[in-house]
């Protein structure tokens, strides 16, 4: 029997003993196509040699210095290539192990900020049902997602939840973009008034949500409108593009295809492509500025925030993709992707709607078309299409609760960025196969 508490203590997992490319093997062998970047962590795949080497290097050199003694090269290096390229106002990085810290650092740095510039009835986080932001309690309070919340709820800091910009089931069939994204706007605005204008900290959101509605990208002028809302009130605008962002969705930041920026962004997982452990969350130089004219010390910090290992495996990969021109890949391969996707399933009675950004896609199941019903939530078709996928030796992220936490099922798919033609026939193909075979075991 295994020491390990696993996520399932029903499941058996395989062992995965290696990696190549897009593939993971196991010990018996098998190779499983990563359609999913495992939860859209490895943009490059599982064996990228210039990464392995620069994590070689660090570790040979300095593996690990405390950041309360000294900062280090590497990432210092790190944070001038991620503020080059961030949207206009960010101006400092802080840097964690992963999506959740990033998230909890975000919401500390908007509650310290609000306190030393005097403002201390700011408290109040405001963000969207049907959203993630991590898994600690803090993050996991301000996501939406009301499966993972429910048996914890006792233990959550108060955050109210808008709806999501979800256009296939919440815009109406005779509602325009604009109506639609003005209706979302002003309820996020009435939510600030309820609560009172003054004491509202931050409304945070994905760009474009990952695990819990499955790739959903706002409708055009979403986000201008929620950007607006937010400035009229003094409320900052933290953006999660943990699972979107890292050029995901084919730009370094998901926030620049919206043509907004924000006070806060918090990435991870595709930053060190799973090669390292790391997060992070930037920050506009008004919150800095305040921090460092006000108390001086930004009253946060875990043991290995800025690791230097994991900093030289995150810049090793950054400066890999964007040698590499792989954020254009990601623009060529997403559509061919979506091209496949809509022509091998577009039409099946089951597959509702198909959607996404470059390599970030989502497909969601209803059991008719016209009238988008969910599959009852008893048949657990998420998972048994997530075990058919294994079975078909392909890796993809389906998730439950696509509504409402309970109902609904979708398929998110986030590849790693060096996938080719073949692996699109691939993922396409075991796909198809793994749906037939669940809609025929139900
Ligand atoms: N935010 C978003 C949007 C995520 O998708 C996730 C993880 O899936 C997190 C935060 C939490 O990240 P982590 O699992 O690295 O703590």
């Known amino acids: 029997m295994s020491h390990v508490l696993h996520r399932s203590l029903t499941h058996t997992y395989p062992t995965a003993v290696a990696g190549d490319g897009p593939y993971l093997i196991d010990r018996d062998g098998r190779r499983y196509l990563d359609a999913s970047g495992g939860a859209a962590v490895s943009c490059l795949g599982h064996s990228d040699q210039e990464v392995i080497a620069a994590v070689r290097r660090q570790i040979g ?10 900062t280090t090269e590497v990432m210092e290096e790190l944070a001038d290539f991620l503020i080059a ?5 960010l101006e400092s990085v802080y840097f964690v192990s992963g999506g959740s810290e990033a998230v909890e650092t975000a919401l500390k740095l908007a509650r310290q900020y609000f306190v030393e510039i005097g403002q201390p ?16 309690l803090g993050a996991l309070a301000a996501g939406g997602n009301e499966w993972r919340r429910q048996q914890f709820q006792p233990l959550l800091i108060e955050v109210s939840h808008v709806s999501p910009c979800y256009a296939y089931r919440e815009q109406r069939a005779d509602e325009s973009d604009e109506h639609f994204t003005t209706r979302l706007a002003q309820e996020l605005e009435a939510e600030i008034l309820r609560l009172g204008a003054d004491e509202v900290m931050a409304f945070v959101a994905e760009p474009v949500v990952g695990a819990t509605l499955g790739a959903v990208a706002a409708v055009p002028g979403y986000f201008r409108k929620i950007r607006e809302v937010c400035d009229r009130h003094g409320v900052l605008l933290i953006l999660d593009e943990v699972m979107c962002g890292m050029g995901r969705t084919g730009s370094l930041f998901a926030a620049e295809q919206e043509g907004i920026t924000a006070d806060l962004i918090t990435i991870a997982k595709g930053l060190g492509a799973g090669y390292q452990p790391i997060g992070a969350t ?20 875990h043991t290995y925030i800025g690791h230097a290992t994991a900093c030289a495996a995150a810049l090793a990969v950054q400066k890999a993709v964007e040698q590499r021109g792989l954020l254009e890949r990601v623009v060529r391969q997403g559509d061919r992707l ?3 996707l809509v022509e091998r399933l577009g039409q099946h009675p089951n597959v509702g709607d198909i959607r996404g950004r470059g390599l970030f896609r989502g497909i969601e199941l209803v059991t008719d078309r016209a009238g988008k019903t969910p599959f009852a939530p008893e048949l657990k078709v998420h998972a048994r299409f997530k075990k058919q996928a294994m079975a078909e030796g392909l890796m993809c992220y389906p998730m439950g609760g696509t509504l409402d936490g309970q109902r609904g099922d979708h398929i998110l798919l986030a590849p790693p960025f060096i996938i080719d033609d073949g692996h699109v026939e691939e993922i396409v193909e075991k796909l198809s196969l793994t749906l037939d075979a669940v809609l025929t075991s139900l």
């Open 338 to 340: 979506h091209t496949r």
């Open 61 to 70: 050199t300095l593996a690990y210095a405390h950041t309360s003694f000294f």
């Open 121 to 136: 009835g700011r408290r109040h986080v405001i963000a969207r049902r049907q959203s993630y932001h991590g898994n600690t």
């Open 85 to 89: 390229r961030a949207p206009a106002g």
């Open 282 to 301: 930037l920050l506009s130089g008004r919150i800095r500025d305040a921090i460092a004219q006000g108390s001086g010390f930004f009253q946060h910090g």
